[in-house]
């Protein structure tokens, strides 16, 4: 899976270092995958995915992924901003609902009418890297699958409103990172009572190619100070308020998987075998995909845009 790489940030800060070190003579840390993804469950786990592609005008307008990003309901896109600037409308569109991409349907794919970049987006720290697409309104033959999936999506996915604020919880279980947590104070954290995943089209090696199928891992976000510690301050958002939080897991994102979401979920009180679309586990969307240093390094977590701080300004966006 993938997300977006700056090469002048790829530097380590000493502390980091001597944490890899750590984790190096750790034999659990190998046997965990940290960057591959795995299929969704069920078909409609992800059905809020989308794989925005350009369309190729000089090539018979084929078209080739690059980003990701997730759909909201009534024709908007949440979605990283670097990954669209630079882009004329005309030349992008959304494949919305999670499925194959190279099998890809007429009735789920739908050209960009508007797009709305946040106006305190940084171009060099990528604080601020939220944008909203509005695709364009249906034909009557694709009208039916959107209102469907609006439907699905009313009952299944929320948006956070209020921010995330850097806190969070490690779970051993599901980390690539060894860390004493005792008397953090975290016991009551709500987020530490939540799965989340994060989910995109992209490669599982930054060099390697893409996936045509969905993957997903899952992920755990941090406090700031975790974050600071392991990414290092030029790296790490610049405070505990910036908009921006870090998450590490099983998986990381990679190249390709830069604007997907961040969605966490109440945890299943019992194991279960067999899982489908849950209206009483709705997702979260929480995060946005936005940069890290490599893909899948051990104690190098993901960055990303918290959804709950721009909650007013997506709500002044898509209600006007």
């Not at 034999?27 to 995958?33: G, I």
């Not at 009534?74 to 669209?84: D, F, G, L, P």
């Amino acid at each position: 899976m993938v997300q977006f790489i700056i090469t002048a940030i790829m530097l380590r800060c000493i502390s980091v270092k001597v944490l890899l070190l750590v984790l190096m003579h750790s034999d659990s840390t190998f046997e965990r995958p940290i960057v591959n993804g795995f299929e969704p469950g069920y078909p409609e786990q992800f059905h809020f995915a989308v794989s925005l592609q350009r369309v190729l005008e000089n090539a018979g307008n084929n078209r080739t992924h690059f980003c990701g990003g997730t759909y909201i309901g009534n024709r908007w896109i949440v979605t990283a901003t670097h990954c669209i600037t630079g882009f004329e409308n005309k030349t992008i569109v959304a494949y919305i609902g999670g499925h194959t991409l190279n099998t890809t349907e007429s009735r789920r794919i739908f050209p960009i009418e508007e797009t709305v970049i946040n106006p305190s987006y940084n171009r060099v720290t990528l604080a601020g890297d939220i944008a909203l697409l509005r695709i364009v309104e249906p034909t009557e033959s694709d009208d039916q699958f959107l209102e469907l999936l609006d439907n699905m999506i009313e009952s299944t996915l929320l948006l956070p409103n209020r921010p995330l604020t850097g806190s969070g919880t490690y779970n051993s279980n599901v980390l690539n990172v060894i860390d004493d947590r005792e008397g953090e104070g975290h016991d009551n954290d709500e987020y530490g009572s939540e799965e989340c995943h994060i989910f995109g089209y992209g490669s599982a090696t930054y060099y390697g190619p893409g996936s045509d199928t969905l993957q997903y891992g899952s992920v755990q976000p941090l406090s700031h100070r975790e974050c600071r510690e392991m990414l290092g301050p030029v790296l790490a958002p610049a405070t505990a308020n910036s908009g921006m939080f870090c998450a590490i897991g099983y998986a990381d994102a990679c190249k390709g998987d830069s604007g997907g979401g961040l969605v966490c979920r109440p945890r299943l009180s019992a194991p279960s075998k067999e899982e489908s679309l849950d209206e009483s586990r709705p997702y979260s969307l929480r995060g946005i995909i936005s940069y890290g240093a490599g893909c899948g390094l051990p104690a190098s977590p993901g960055v990303y845009t918290d959804v709950g701080f721009y909650w007013n300004w997506i709500q002044e966006q898509i209600l006007l």
